[in-house]
């Protein structure tokens, strides 16, 4: 992919949704305002990582907050653009490309059309290969590297520049802020020149979106478009059900909440338990874990294969729940520790979703 | 008052104290971080507001927070000038001088301080003529004038600027990022030029709180320092008492609380009871009310007519609680609006002093 076009924003979209894990802000949203963006300023040129300078600076961009509260609060124009046209003025010659802090529903296309509007380059790349909810829990974190420049935007005009100590006071000083801006808020964290991005960049991962969402919406005769996809992704197939039970707080920043699936097809006698912070963040089948994260846990419509948000889980909603391995940055002890069971308050222990599912896979066709 | 040197210290500590109506941080505190930067680096040329120039920019510098915290979590060297010097790096040629916020215990102090360190004139004057607990509480707010950039910094290193959108969004951000920098912080806020100081700036303050000192520190076989203070600045001898009771919460960036007096001498059978948020805010006399916001409700120690804060106010103290008039710029009605009763959610209309207290003046001597 060389250049983002109108034509690409669909598939992208339906991929970084499922990348996403169900949070990352709404795609909707965020497709729409890459739609607009492109058609007014035309389409987006695609750097990868290797095209990077050493001392180019890159700037992610991206949304935070509750997506309760985001999907309801639509950003302006000004707003998204904000952040990074703040800190532009910081570093006006050094400023040469924007990228997704994370592959994640609305959070990958508000990039395309800040880039879009500021005339610069994507790079086909995050810093998650996923979305989570906090921000420090970001690929230059696990390497050590800290924000040492943040800029936040809100609907009311308010502009923040902060210089943080490091990744989690970051992340800290920037919840509190979304907090009293609403419970979202629009931001440019992590700027590091391209040297840092080459070393800790998730490469590909919007051309990946792209091909998810193409395979997702190909139709063949002989597989479902899932089980294509858990074949290229080396994914599995969690659980099929029906949501008896969902509930969802705002609070502290984020949507958190949980759902209850009771089994269709298959597995009618068995309940599966979904728990999210922004993000699906674990999966346990009659009280024993199927995949937790740093892994990908996803939620497609049932019938279409669709991905779709924690936002939009419902009561009496079917859908299959997917998981697939995370980027192996995020298995190392320092990945773990940082996005990890733990780290939200799940006392287990992280294991591999291929291992935990072992022979447990169950391909449905 | 043309240059502030060790001496001036103690006097202006006092003064700044019984002026900062409970409040504005503590002046023990203040005082030795003065005395330290003025041993250092020199006495500071003290400026009237006709001295400053039109496009001179002035930099009011102080603390906010809870007082509760900042008295244990005192504030390193570093961390007081932070704000001042992060800001100057935007205006490089147009900082001139430095100025306190308000006028009360140690934000009274630390401007000193901080003068001293940067090689900078104090403006002798404030924006409150007083202490009040709110950001937005300022002279500069009340003719209109909205703050356009704001420092911030806190024990850790974190540094952040601002651009709020007024000023009531400018006490919102700063008191949440107060909270999330552990309940208190060193701030810059309402960098105006000379001409708008100068319009605003309630003057000589830094002047008269030399004086008030003066006069509590000095004997006269005549009269009490106490009865002469009242004299010279129209005040009024509210109660005296001891405390039977006092509780104060740290909530949302603020020390709240409240105390009751039981009356001693000629008034054993009264009860006072005084509200505070951070400052003196309050008194009401069986119920009745003597004196309220905007107008100064002063805390002296019964013996040695010292003024006290409300963070050192103890059960079984005897204090002497005196009212001043608070600067005509606080009587108006946008002045009542913004710092006045109803504003703390006290359910009363605001009179002044000398009209509650009518003939209720009583001369102790």
Known sequence: MK??????????????????????????????????????????????????NDDDLVMPVGSIGAPSVSNEKIASEEEIYAPAEVLKEFFPER??????????????????????????????????????????????????????????????????????????????????????????ANMVDNVFPGKIVKECGIGGTLTLAKKIGEELTSFSETTSPVNRLLTILNGFSLFEGKINHIERNVEGGFTKG??????????????LELLFQNELLLAKKDGAVLASTPDLICALDYETGRPITTETLRYGSRIHVIALPSDPKWRTEK??????PKYFGYDIEFKPVEELMGEKSICID
Do not use: H
């Open 95 to 184: 400023t040469q490309a924007i990228m997704p802090i994370e592959i994640g529903g609305g959070n990958s296309l508000l990039p395309i059309a800040c880039a879009a509007k500021m005339g610069l380059p994507i790079v086909d790349a995050d810093a998650m290969g996923r979305a989570f909810p906090e921000s420090q829990m970001v690929t230059f974190f696990l390497k050590g590297y800290q924000p040492e420049i943040v800029a936040m935007a809100d609907s009311q005009g308010n502009r923040i520049v902060y210089y943080p100590k490091d990744g989690e006071w970051s992340e800290k000083i920037a919840r509190s802020i979304t907090d009293v801006m609403g419970g979202s």
């Open 258 to 271: 949980r759902a209850t699936l009771a089994g269709i097809s298959g597995n009618k006698n068995e309940t």
């Open 3 to 52: 250049w983002i076009t109108v034509e690409d924003l669909e598939n992208i979209s339906i991929g970084a949704t499922l990348l996403g894990t169900g949070g990352g802000g709404d795609p909707f949203v965020g497709k729409l305002m890459a739609l607009q963006a492109i058609q007014k300023y035309g389409p987006v040129k695609v750097l990868q990582l290797d095209e990077l």
């Open 335 to 340: 990945g773990i520790d940082v996005a990890g």
